[in-house]
């Protein structure tokens, strides 16, 4: 086991752990918390859909990682429902499109609880008649975000960017590509993706680190680690068409206004991210003169917000929200780059921003929760957890000056949600 | 340790919640006033242009910018039922003093900042401005406009409004759209000035240290307003049980149909008297232990999500599932059927402990949430002890089996509400 200690200037303090088959462990210790919070997590989600592991390719149906977590939570010997209900831990999971993850939170017996974890995320059972049974449920679940218009205005936004990558089909996928879904498909995408190499394990709270790592290093199965090879289709730079729309029981239209960004070989820094969060403060957040614009003449509420979407083969700013005529919105949004561009930022601004956003990465540490959350990023994406403290501190004007001078801004998609 | 409630003025509590834990300190208002068919909308406006603007920041951008330089501080407004009553909560949350670059006092100038958005707001001879109201009305009809976006929280607010036709308890959180459009700016400053002087107020701090002279200053402002006819915050009516349970049947446009189920509760009140309902609704329908997640989804396949809770001040306890229409009279049998099994006492000893210790789990781990432990002892109002979530968890913890199903016997099916596809018939 390789082990690893960071520390900050704050005081908080982790260790991150590399065992010999490649799992990556993260653990931040909060001694004067009653509670904790573990996840165990692979770098498998919906867009994993075409892969090669020892020169076999396989293409599976769409939303088959959605699939996996729900029928995980079953072993042979019982689910993992009722062994956690035994000690009264929270327990859960969640897919995305690059990650599937099995967590719990509790106050008390952690360590049995993070045995359950190690146990029923690697004993995979599936038989054809529990598949059958999940089909029924997950089929409800899809038909729930059918009728939810904040995520159909997003996917909508996504099939109208996307051409070939696979972050534009549906996490779950759809009633008729889960019905292709077999327990040997199941197996596959288990054997391919839950070997440790491809997985971590991130642990926050009232927890003993060294007892943690003993454990899991006891409770991991032996495993030869493995190459995976994504296949992604190519995908152009230029979006498949600017609007797209859609009618559903809505009060007034809900928007997703997004810009393609210009995707690199090499993924983007944490300093990167840090530069394009505080860009989507600068244009649109509760400071800006653009914000106080779009409130004063009646195009946006407290609904309205931005963020960076970006993982493996995809990059986009999105600004979404509720609008009496998104289009109106779009063009105050190109009309405010195009202004920040020509005239430049605002130094006060740009530092009350710098201010708010240090605040936000020390006001994490005070959640258990939000902390695993944050070591999940560093675990897929191999960066530490004091990077953003660190970067915030010296971020200049410049940086953000230079990050704004190469935004395009004809390359996008507005997708709007209209009153049926 | 035992917290202690300072009387601050009449009607007026102020409470240091100690807890060194957490990086930043939180202070919140809370006040209380009686829900009621006439005010409830101006009431619930309050919250919202409060902390939009002041004397001091009469542009809320330049308020949003002061927010920024304090480090990001937080600043949250919310207007909620709580029982027959209604809770305006203003908060603001800040990163603590030694966390800023120069030697600032983040804590007391973001302390100061709230006071002087409840107490100066932006207002000319006893009116607010048109430019504020007008935006904080367009925005709060939107939000209510907007409430048939997302289904399930449509349905559970239909359901609640059919219960309670008749009673306070019935009524919209943030009003009507008639109600928000009637409201101008002398009437919302009447509202505002009825606000401080007839709620019921509770101040508190949740962090490391109270800023040096905090409820002192809090008591001083009170002190200039002429506090009267202070909202006295008794028990809220317990929801009546009805003999022939209604159906209602709203229809929209949707893929899938939702189901809501409320129930009157015969137990009911604060929290050490209807503990035993937190249990029996736990497990009728609240972990994936519980009856209705293990039958209705599990065994039948019927959906994605199926659960039970309950309000307990009230005496209600509400289901709500998303089915497909032609298994929504499958899915009400078998809620009602797998109540049955709980009044019964048919329920297994698995289930039964397994609800007593993920109840307690959680309310164990409720001082690591500085909102959660806000929240807790906010609504702790009219108690005569301040019981703190450990030791409400060791009561859940002496609860029984006979309890539960006692808890159960009291609880009738009252309204199903469905909100159905269009084109379907049943």
Same mark, same amino acid.
């Given at each position: 086991m390789k082990k690893e200690f960071f520390e900050n200037e704050i005081g908080e303090a982790y260790v991150k752990a590399t065992l010999d088959n490649g799992l990556k462990i993260f653990i931040l210790e909060k *001694?004067?918390?009653k509670s904790a919070y573990a996840l165990f997590g692979t770098k498998y989600g919906s867009i994993d859909t075409i892969f090669n592991v020892n020169g076999k390719e396989t293409a599976v149906p769409e939303g088959i990682a959605h699939f996996l977590e729900h029928k995980l939570f079953e072993s042979e010997d019982g689910d993992a429902f009722t062994k956690f209900a035994k000690t009264g831990a929270y327990a859960n999971a969640f897919t995305s499109f690059d990650k599937t993850c099995y967590l719990f939170s509790c106050s008390d017996r952690f360590y049995e609880n993070l045995d359950i974890l190690l146990s029923f995320v690697q004993s995979p059972y599936f038989t054809e008649a529990t598949v059958k049974k999940e089909q029924g449920i997950i089929g409800q679940e899809i038909r729930m975000y059918d009728d939810s218009p904040a995520w159909r205005v997003m996917f909508n936004m996504l099939m109208a960017m996307? =051409?070939? =990558? *696979? @972050?534009?089909?549906?996490?779950?996928?759809t009633v008729e590509s889960i019905a292709k879904i077999d327990y040997k498909l199941l197996f596959d995408c288990y054997n391919t993706f839950y070997n440790p190499s491809n997985m971590f394990i991130c642990i926050a709270g009232n927890v003993d680190a060294d007892t943690c790592l003993e454990q899991i290093e006891r409770g991991i199965k032996p495993s030869k680690p493995h190459e995976i090879m994504r296949i992604k289709p190519k995908e152009p730079y230029? @979006?498949?068409?600017n609007y797209t729309e859609q009618s559903l029981e809505v009060a007034q239209p809900m928007f997703c206004f997004g810009f393609k960004q210009e995707v690199d070989e090499t993924p983007l820094t944490v300093k990167e991210k840090i530069i394009i969060a505080m860009l989507l403060n600068i244009i649109s957040g509760d400071a800006s003169p653009l914000y106080k614009e779009l409130i004063n003449k009646g195009?946006?509420?407290?609904e309205f917000e931005s963020e960076h979407f970006c993982g493996d083969g995809y990059s986009a700013l999105i600004f979404e929200g509720e609008s009496s005529d998104p289009k109106a919105v779009a063009k105050e949004i190109k009309n405010e780059i195009g202004r920040l561009k020509r005239d430049g930022i605002d130094k006060k601004l740009f530092s009350a921003i710098r201010a708010s956003m240090y605040g936000s990465a020390i006001r994490m540490f005070n959640n258990v929760e939000s902390i695993a959350m944050s070591l999940t990023d560093c675990a897929m994406n191999d960066t530490s957890l004091f990077d953003e403290l660190k970067y915030l501190r010296s971020i200049t004007l410049e940086d953000v000056s230079r990050k704004l001078k190469c935004f395009d801004t004809e390359n996008t998609v507005l997708s709007v949600i209209n009153p049926k | 340790m035992a917290l202690e409630i300072l009387k601050l003025n009449r009607g007026v509590e102020g409470l240091f919640i100690k807890n060194s834990r957490f990086n930043t300190t939180l202070i919140s208002y809370n006040f209380y006033l009686p829900l009621n068919k006439d005010t409830v909308a101006a009431n619930a406006l309050l919250p919202f242009i409060l902390t939009s603007c002041s004397k001091k920041y009469p542009d809320f951008s330049r308020l949003n910018l002061k927010l920024a330089k304090l480090y990001g501080a937080r600043l949250n407004a919310t207007a909620e039922k709580y029982g027959d009553y209604q809770l305006l909560k203003m908060t603001i949350s800040v990163i603590n003093d030694? !966390?800023? !670059?120069?030697?600032?006092s983040l804590v007391k100038n973001a302390s100061k900042l709230l006071l002087d958005l409840i107490f100066e707001p932006n207002t000319e001879n006893g009116a607010f401005f048109s430019e504020d109201l007008e935006r904080e009305k367009r925005k709060a009809i939107e939000h209510i406009k907007g409430e048939i976006s997302e289904k399930r929280v449509f349905a559970k607010k239909r359901l609640i409004e059919e219960m309670y036709k008749d009673e306070v308890y019935g009524l919209p959180k943030c009003g009507t759209v008639e109600d928000v459009e009637a409201i101008t700016g002398g009437s919302l400053y009447n509202t505002w000035k009825n606000m401080l002087e007839t709620a019921f107020v509770r101040v508190q701090v949740v962090g490391k240290t109270v800023p040096e002279g905090f409820f002192e200053e809090v008591s001083e402002r009170f002190a200039n307003i002429k506090r009267k006819n202070v909202t006295n915050c008794t028990e809220s009516t317990k929801t009546n049980a009805i003999k022939n349970p209604n159906t209602v049947v709203d229809r929209m446009d949707v893929a899938q149909g939702k189901l809501c189920l409320g129930f009157s509760s015969e137990l009911y009140g604060n929290d050490s008297v209807a503990l035993p309902l937190m249990v029996m609704t736990d497990i009728f329908g609240g972990g994936p232990y519980s009856r209705l997640f293990a039958n209705v989804r599990e065994k039948m396949s019927l959906c994605y999500y199926c659960s039970a809770s309950s309000i307990r001040q009230k005496g209600l306890i509400t289901v709500e599932s998303g089915v497909e229409t032609e298994n929504c009279e499958k899915a009400q049998k078998e809620i009602l059927n797998q109540l049955q099994i709980v009044k019964k006492g048919k329920f297994t000893d698995f289930e039964f402990e397994s609800s007593i210790k993920s109840i307690t789990d959680s309310l164990n781990s409720y001082n690591d949430s500085q909102n959660s432990i806000d929240l807790w002892y906010a609504i702790k109002i009219n108690n005569k002890k301040l019981y703190s979530p450990e030791d409400i968890a060791k009561k859940v913890a002496k609860i029984t089996r006979d309890d539960v199903i006692a808890a159960a016997k009291g609880v009738k099916l009252h309204t199903v509400y469905k909100l159905l596809p269009k084109e379907a018939s049943n």
């Open positions: *001694p004067q918390y996307y =051409h070939n =990558h *696979p @972050v534009r089909i549906d996490i779950a996928g230029e @979006v498949v068409t195009l946006i509420n407290d | 030694k !966390f800023s !670059f120069e030697d600032e």
